[in-house]
């Protein structure tokens, strides 16, 4: 691949990877110990990720079991759940938290399908703007040492790029939504 596609190639994969991560982030009808990835815990003083501080498990399909490494966390990690916009109240019998997801009603499942699609859209709209400084980009490169013809070829392989983003994109998009509305 050319050294000057490279730039763009690595742009738009940031933007697929921050995509998949946001699409864990949406719950579906079953426990995904994804939820918990942005919950920090202070942890003598510190911000620290949930994950850091705690064995996280899903011992059934709607639960997730949270098991602090020091009995004395969980508390803190009670109250970080609490502060979180997960929107489900934690259960602890003084060694472990649990966290019960209630089933998803159909109105919420739709609003969660709506969601995904708005993050699908917004990372088309970031692949569509890597695309755009590409090739102004490479408008900027005539009249130096690169015939227009390459700089024609840099511009279609930049949206054969863009091109299959989008549809990798919109892949994601249809598996996650698949993965919500199913009951």
């Known amino acids: 691949m050319n050294e000057k596609l490279e730039k763009y190639q690595s742009k738009m994969e940031k933007t697929m ?24 815990v202070e942890y003598y003083g510190t911000p620290t990720p949930l994950q850091q501080v705690a064995n996280v498990s899903v011992p059934e399909p709607r639960m997730i079991q ?3 490494w ?32 209630p ?14 699609k708005k993050k699908g859209e917004a990372a088309k709209v970031a692949i569509r703007n890597i695309r755009r400084d590409g090739n102004d980009t ?16 840099l511009e279609d392989d930049l949206q054969k ?3 299959k983003y989008i549809k990798k994109i ?14």
Do not use: H, Y
């Not at 490479?138 to 070829?153: A, C, N, T, Y």
């Not at 919109?170 to 009951?183: F, L, N, R, Y």
């Open 17 to 40: 990877d921050s995509l998949d991560a946001e699409l864990a982030g949406i719950r579906a009808g079953r426990a995904n110990p994804n939820v918990l990835n942005k919950i920090m």
């Open 66 to 68: 949270i098991q602090p």
């Open 70 to 101: 020091e009995k004395s966390m969980i508390k803190e990690i009670t109250k970080a759940i609490q502060t979180s916009d997960l929107g489900i109240n934690p259960t602890n019998d003084g060694s472990s938290i649990r966290l019960i997801f």
């Open 103 to 116: 089933e998803l009603t159909e109105e919420r499942r739709k609003e969660l399908a709506k969601d995904v």
């Open 138 to 153: 490479f408008k900027k490169l005539k009249g130096s040492d690169i015939s227009e013809d390459e700089i024609k070829d």
């Open 161 to 163: 790029m863009t091109d």
């Open 170 to 183: 919109d892949g994601a998009v249809e598996v996650k939504t698949k993965e919500v509305m199913t009951v």
